[in-house]
């Protein structure tokens, strides 16, 4: 049996009662769990697909869609995550890059424009009600077998299917289990869309340990009232998401360690954790744990963790992202002096790192290399790295823009700007001009509730005369948008290319 499955499973047998899915007046238990997914598997073995080809899985946050996917992995094939948002072009593009032998589709959409076969979801539904069957556990994914293919978008414009093995996601949940402890008492939260790899956070480590994924979908979560009723009324001892989502969160008052006792770990992932951020989570949650981590799709959801105190806080401007799992290597590439400090790409090895691409070996061969025998990931993230190991992240290759001959770090000044007091959140773009050229940068804004009141032209002022004395006249945005709310990606992230397209619209 599959290593993540068997875990599982002997949880299911164990405590068969236990409630592995809570989603408001929805609830399921691991015994469902387990019996379920026995079910898809058999009726994917008895369909006689090509051995190991992979399944895409099309749905929401349901319930049902774990059991799609556990099952998918019982009867030997990885799982494609989609969630049911996505536009029609790039479901067929995924299609076209998987070749998926099968789509099991939990939603009440059809016509996907695709000559793949569906399973649709009146189908599904009499599948997980009928009988059990038993299903032959020698055919299911194997150590070095993918488990799930996680598509992410790819700079040419074609999504990239990211291949994660049994190997490496149980290298995650183990180093998960060391690092943050979950247990059979863990209520862990679960908001980010299965198609975001930020969910295995919650998914993987929480399953293996008998714990209860308490559910926040994004029918919640788009909803203003709807999601304050969650967040008050929220059951989850962990936290896991986005910083960008908590900051939304937190124009809740009450959401605080007065109403919510039991919520004392906070784990951010998935973009940059600001100073700004963790000092209001710390002054609303004191007796909390705050966990930075960082890692992309291709290392198995996150590869390094710091625990952020009041006590080492003010040690930084900008935070640091952790030091690496004990098990990797890494070195810094295309190192240069920046600030008296070496800045380079950081690229990785160890047992979490991908296979590659699905079915994309040129755009592999870009980021995966293989140095003495190991592979090393090309993360295309800069950071620096202090005398024990600390790393700190410094922005992305590709959120570097050259204006007036300057190389400027967009991230860089978003970051600056967060440490103003005037500022909560901050999302700096640049303006092209015919020629491609840099011509501006404009930085879009969310006041703190204390400088809303403010004009602009003189909250323009202000800003600007605060950011030249410690920033570079050629880093300081030129134009200033003040807005209500940064607009947030499906992934819970804030959306800089949907603003650098409608800047340059």
């Not at 709807?226 to 001892?237: F, K, P």
């Not at 744990?289 to 996150?302: D, I, K, R």
């Not at 970051?415 to 491609?436: A, F, G, H, I, M």
Request: with cysteine; glycine share 6%; net charge negative.
């Amino acid at each position: 049996m599959n290593s993540i499955i068997d875990r599982i499973t002997r949880i299911a047998q164990e405590y068969p009662d236990k409630i592995c899915y809570h989603n408001g007046n929805v609830q399921a238990t691991y015994q469902q769990l387990d019996q379920q997914s026995d079910k898809v598997a058999s009726f994917i073995q008895a369909k006689n697909l090509p051995q190991k080809s992979p399944i895409f899985v099309f749905g929401g946050q349901q319930f049902e869609m774990l059991a799609l996917f556990l099952g998918a992995i019982k009867a030997g094939h990885a799982y494609i995550p989609v969630d049911d948002g996505s536009d029609p072009q790039r479901i067929q593009q995924i299609n076209m890059v998987a070749k998926p032998s099968l789509v099991l589709n939990w939603s009440d959409k059809s016509n996907f424009g695709i000559d793949t076969t569906i399973c649709e979801q009146d189908q599904l539904k009499e599948v997980l009600s009928a009988d059990h069957k038993d299903y032959d556990k020698t055919r299911s994914v194997g150590p070095d077998d993918n488990f799930y293919i996680i598509f992410t978008s790819g700079t040419t414009g074609t999504p990239k299917g990211v291949q994660i093995s049994t190997n490496n996601l149980l290298d995650f949940v183990d180093w998960v289990d060391k690092t943050y402890h979950y247990n059979s008492d863990t209520k862990v939260m679960l908001q980010a869309p299965f198609s975001f790899d930020l969910s295995v956070f919650s998914i993987y480590p929480g399953l293996t340990n008998g714990a209860t994924l308490e559910v926040l979908d994004k029918h919640t979560a788009k909803n203003l009232p709807l999601l304050q009723q969650a967040i008050l009324n929220l059951q989850a001892t962990t936290w896991i998401s986005t910083p960008s989502f908590f900051e939304m969160c937190m124009f809740f008052r009450e959401f605080n360690a007065e109403t919510l006792p039991q919520l004392n770990k906070f784990i951010f992932c998935g973009e940059e954790l600001t100073h700004v951020t963790a000092e209001k989570l710390l002054k609303r949650f004191p007796n909390a744990e705050l966990f930075n981590t960082y890692g992309p799709t291709e290392n198995t959801v996150a590869i390094t963790s710091i625990q952020i105190t009041p006590q080492n806080l003010p040690q930084f401007d900008r935070l640091p992202i952790g030091y690496l799992k004990s098990n990797m290597e890494h070195h810094l590439a295309n190192v240069e002096e920046k600030d008296g400090e070496r800045v380079g790409e950081l690229v990785v090895s160890g047992p979490d790192v991908s296979k590659g691409y699905l079915n994309n070996p040129v755009q592999t061969d870009k980021a995966f290399e293989t140095i003495n025998g190991k592979k090393f990931y090309h993360t295309g993230d800069m950071v620096s790295e202090d005398d024990n190991g600390l790393l700190f992240y410094k922005g992305r290759t590709d959120f570097q823009i050259k204006m007036h001959g300057y190389r400027i770090e967009l991230e860089e000044v978003d970051s600056l700007l967060t440490n103003l007091v005037e500022v909560k959140q901050s999302c700096t773009v640049p303006l092209y001009n015919s020629k491609k050229q840099v011509n501006k940068i404009i930085a879009h804004v969310v006041l703190d509730d204390k400088y809303k009141h403010l004009e602009p032209k003189e909250l323009n002022k202000q800003i600007k005369a605060e950011l030249k004395q410690n920033t570079m006249d050629y880093m300081i945005p030129n134009v200033f948008k003040f807005v209500d709310q940064l607009p947030i990606s499906k992934n819970g992230k804030i959306d800089r290319k949907a603003l650098i397209g409608e800047v340059n619209a």
